[in-house]
């Protein structure tokens, strides 16, 4: 789910994940998986240009999938961050180099995602060496340039293996061969589309708190040790803003943790062996239980580089590295940004307009800590959202997203009869107030939901209550060779005023994003779009670690083989994942 309101989490997951290509791959290979993802293969991997952890990364996953070897010379692939030819040969002869396939750090994720080694072509590290990596690529599909039609793979094909044994030798899981076949979907008919009513009450006696996934931990929205949660929070927030997602990912998970223990804490004790609390947050403990307070976060709060950034943040589209950019030009007031941006406040204020943002590339927002470079919408929305800055910072209490809900539900019922949908979110989480309005959609009948999105919204256009579009995406059918099925869901992403007619109406505006999933996928959308993102995001580690399997917004998808899974209830996810139902309102695993 790209772009939604950026938000003070470093590591986006929101519904999807972890490799950090957005690229669709290529289609698999007859070469398929073993245990080992790339077997009897030998890696080297050149260490210049990398940082001590991505070296540590790399090298556990050559070690895991692959075989990693000492020096160049006996090594098939050499992987490398460096791109320029002298600064190689520093490290490996070029001779050598030659004889090799010399591929950028991301073939070797790919390859290990995708279950066996891919095509070289584009992952070619040095531009000079293109044409021998292509030659020496382990990949068995023939070579674009350099072999012939005949010439004997490196490697030659395995038949396939399914990684069911693995996966079921693990106690707690629930195998993959377990799970029944998915259905067909030419024959799949949807049989309860609507949300469960009523709602399934949550056992709370079958969660468990210490748990390392947020997905089996009952977090409600306020939790007893909420203060303390708040402390870390603030220096998540900090390390997110300053860019440092790894340790923002540790206060996150650290105060993820604590927001489902049920006790009120009064030593470190009761705490210490939770998971994520480690010496250095069991000292931030232990110091808030003393002092009431935290040091460090205490000091983020009252350090203006901090207030700055967090101010410059809350502006929809801002995310951190433009924030600290805008800092670095010694901005430091949103009046100092409308200059930048040139906001002429009567322009986005009151008008009724489209604004059609230039789609980005998508990078997975779940791809915690490797996201793009910049990170926000882009200059036009930047200019848009300042504009609207003091609507989009109210709060929308629930009466009025139930408004908001009804009024989209009709004029879309009025386009296409049959349909249903649920308002997720932090709405659906129980939240009292939210930022903005999450709605999910399908139609019973799959062929009527493509395209419905746009219509939506250019219906609502039409009647004057969508007032901008800061993202529209279109519907794909599903790819299961893709790293992440972002395309099967139509999504906007846009400004909305109630109409006049309404009792709500006070022409205030707001956000509303609008998902539109096919019947087959409506119910992992409803659940990733419901969150919290900690706990969808967990649910994905769940399934990825225990079942081998992917789960994100837009689709289940079995790893080793790329089948698809349609649960027909939101409980039906849960019980393919073999967790316990959690009711939406003890998902609230963030702050
Ligand atoms: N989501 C996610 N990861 C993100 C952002 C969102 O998993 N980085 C998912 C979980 C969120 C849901 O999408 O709960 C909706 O995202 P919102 O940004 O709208 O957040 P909420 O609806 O939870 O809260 P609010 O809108 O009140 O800020
Ligand atoms: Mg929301």
Same mark, same amino acid.
């Given at each position: 789910?790209?772009?939604?309101?950026?938000?003070?989490?470093?590591?986006?997951?929101?519904?999807?994940?972890?490799? *950090?290509?957005?690229?669709?791959?290529?289609?698999?290979?007859?070469?398929? @998986?073993?245990?080992?993802?790339?077997?009897?293969?030998?890696?080297?991997?050149?260490?210049?240009?990398?940082?001590?952890?991505?070296?540590?990364?790399?090298?556990?996953?050559?070690?895991?999938? @692959?075989?990693?070897?000492?020096?160049?010379?006996?090594?098939?692939?050499?992987?490398?961050?460096?791109?320029?030819?002298?600064?190689?040969?520093?490290?490996?002869?070029?001779?050598?180099?030659?004889?090799?396939?010399?591929?950028?750090? +991301?073939?070797?994720?790919?390859?290990?995602?995708? %279950?066996?080694?891919?095509?070289?072509?584009?992952?070619?590290?040095?531009?000079?060496?293109?044409?021998?990596?292509?030659?020496?690529?382990?990949?068995?599909?023939?070579? #674009?340039?350099?072999?012939?039609?005949?010439?004997?793979?490196?490697?030659?094909?395995?038949?396939?293996?399914?990684?069911?044994?693995?996966?079921? @030798?693990?106690?707690?899981?629930?195998?993959?061969?377990?799970?029944?076949? #998915?259905?067909?979907?030419?024959?799949?008919?949807?049989?309860?589309?609507?949300? #469960?009513?009523?709602?399934?009450?949550?056992?709370?006696?079958?969660?468990?708190?210490?748990?390392?996934?947020?997905?089996?931990?009952?977090?409600?929205?306020?939790?007893?040790?909420?203060?303390?949660?708040?402390?870390?929070?603030?220096?998540?927030?900090?390390?997110?803003?300053?860019?440092?997602?790894?340790?923002?990912?540790?206060?996150?998970?650290?105060?993820?943790?604590?927001?489902?223990?049920?006790?009120?804490?009064?030593?470190?004790? +009761?705490?210490?062996?939770?998971?994520?609390?480690?010496?250095?947050?069991?000292?931030?403990?232990?110091?808030?239980?003393?002092?009431?307070?935290?040091?460090?976060?205490?000091?983020?709060?009252?350090?203006?580089?901090?207030?700055?950034?967090?101010?410059?943040?809350?502006?929809?589209?801002?995310?951190?590295?433009?924030?600290?950019?805008?800092?670095?030009?010694?901005?430091?007031?949103?009046?100092?940004?409308?200059?930048?941006?040139?906001?002429?406040?009567?322009?986005?204020?009151?008008?009724?307009?489209?604004?059609?943002?230039?789609?980005? #590339? +998508?990078?997975?927002?779940?791809?915690?800590?490797?996201?793009?470079?910049?990170?926000?919408?882009?200059?036009?929305?930047?200019?848009?959202?300042?504009?609207?800055?003091?609507?989009?910072?109210?709060?929308?209490?629930?009466?009025?997203?139930?408004?908001?809900?009804?009024?989209?539900?009709?004029?879309?019922?009025?386009?296409?009869? %049959?349909?249903?949908?649920?308002?997720?979110?932090?709405?659906?989480?129980?939240?009292?107030?939210?930022?903005?309005?999450?709605?999910?959609?399908?139609?019973?009948?799959?062929?009527?939901?493509?395209?419905?999105?746009?219509?939506?919204?250019?219906?609502?256009?039409?009647?004057?209550?969508?007032?901008?579009?800061?993202?529209?995406? *279109?519907?794909?059918?599903?790819?299961?060779?893709?790293?992440?099925?972002?395309?099967?869901?139509?999504?906007?992403?846009?400004?909305?005023?109630?109409?006049?007619?309404?009792?709500?109406?006070?022409?205030?505006?707001?956000?509303?994003?609008?998902?539109?999933?096919?019947?087959?996928?409506?119910?992992?959308?409803?659940?990733?779009?419901?969150?919290?993102?900690?706990?969808?995001?967990?649910?994905?580690?769940?399934?990825?670690?225990?079942?081998?399997?992917?789960?994100?917004?837009?689709?289940?998808?079995?790893?080793?083989?790329?089948?698809?899974?349609?649960?027909?209830?939101?409980?039906?996810?849960?019980?393919?994942?073999?967790?316990?139902?959690?009711?939406?309102?003890?998902?609230?695993?963030?702050?």
């Amino acid at each position: 789910m790209p772009f939604k309101r950026p938000r003070p989490n470093p590591t986006q997951g929101g519904p999807n994940s972890e490799s *950090s290509s957005s690229r669709p791959l290529p289609a698999k290979q007859t070469k398929t @998986s073993t245990a080992k993802g790339l077997p009897d293969m030998k890696i080297y991997i050149v260490q210049a240009k990398l940082d001590a952890e991505s070296i540590a990364t790399l090298t556990g996953l050559a070690e895991r999938h @692959s075989g990693v070897c000492r020096n160049a010379e006996d090594a098939e692939v050499l992987i490398t961050a460096v791109s320029m030819r002298r600064r190689l040969e520093r490290h490996v002869p070029w001779e050598i180099a030659k004889t090799k396939a010399v591929v950028t750090p +991301q073939w070797l994720r790919d390859s290990i995602e995708h %279950g066996g080694p891919l095509p070289c072509d584009d992952y070619v590290a040095i531009g000079d060496l293109h044409e021998t990596t292509v030659q020496h690529c382990p990949d068995c599909n023939c070579k #674009p340039c350099g072999c012939s039609d005949d010439s004997p793979s490196p490697t030659p094909p395995t038949s396939p293996r399914p990684r069911t044994a693995e996966l079921s @030798s693990s106690p707690t899981s629930l195998s993959a061969a377990s799970v029944p076949e #998915p259905a067909e979907r030419a024959v799949y008919v949807p049989e309860n589309l609507l949300p #469960p009513d009523p709602p399934i009450p949550t056992k709370l006696e079958t969660l468990d708190y210490t748990s390392r996934y947020a997905c089996q931990r009952p977090a409600p929205l306020v939790c007893v040790n909420q203060s303390l949660v708040r402390e870390l929070d603030t220096i998540r927030h900090s390390r997110w803003l300053e860019g440092e997602d790894r340790s923002a990912l540790s206060y996150e998970r650290a105060a993820s943790v604590i927001k489902a223990y049920p006790h009120k804490i009064r030593s470190l004790a +009761q705490v210490v062996k939770l998971p994520f609390i480690g010496t250095k947050i069991g000292g931030l403990i232990e110091q808030y239980l003393n002092t009431g307070t935290i040091l460090e976060a205490e000091t983020i709060k009252g350090s203006e580089r901090f207030q700055t950034l967090s101010l410059f943040a809350s502006i929809y589209g801002i995310g951190p590295s433009t924030a600290r950019r805008l800092y670095d030009l010694n901005l430091r007031t949103l009046e100092d940004l409308e200059i930048y941006y040139g906001v002429e406040r009567d322009d986005v204020g009151r008008q009724s307009q489209i604004v059609e943002v230039e789609e980005k #590339p +998508q990078h997975p927002r779940w791809m915690r800590g490797q996201r793009a470079a910049d990170d926000g919408l882009g200059d036009s929305w930047i200019r848009v959202a300042l504009g609207l800055r003091e609507d989009l910072a109210k709060r929308i209490p629930r009466a009025e997203v139930e408004e908001m809900g009804r009024v989209v539900i009709t004029e879309l019922n009025d386009l296409k009869p %049959g349909c249903v949908s649920t308002i997720v979110g932090g709405y659906r989480r129980g939240k009292r107030e939210s930022n903005d309005v999450d709605i999910v959609f399908t139609h019973p009948d799959a062929s009527k939901v493509k395209g419905l999105c746009k219509s939506l919204v250019r219906r609502l256009h039409e009647r004057g209550m969508v007032t901008h579009v800061m993202h529209l995406s *279109s519907f794909h059918t599903h790819d299961p060779l893709r790293l992440h099925h972002w395309d099967n869901l139509e999504k906007a992403l846009t400004v909305f005023i109630l109409p006049p007619t309404s009792p709500f109406y006070d022409g205030t505006r707001r956000r509303l994003d609008l998902i539109f999933a096919s019947p087959e996928v409506y119910w992992t959308a409803v659940i990733g779009w419901t969150g919290s993102i900690m706990f969808q995001r967990d649910i994905r580690q769940w399934a990825k670690d225990k079942l081998g399997m992917k789960f994100d917004s837009s689709g289940i998808t079995r790893r080793y083989d790329s089948k698809e899974f349609y649960p027909k209830t939101e409980k039906e996810v849960f019980e393919l994942f073999g967790l316990q139902w959690v009711d939406p309102t003890w998902r609230n695993a963030d702050l």
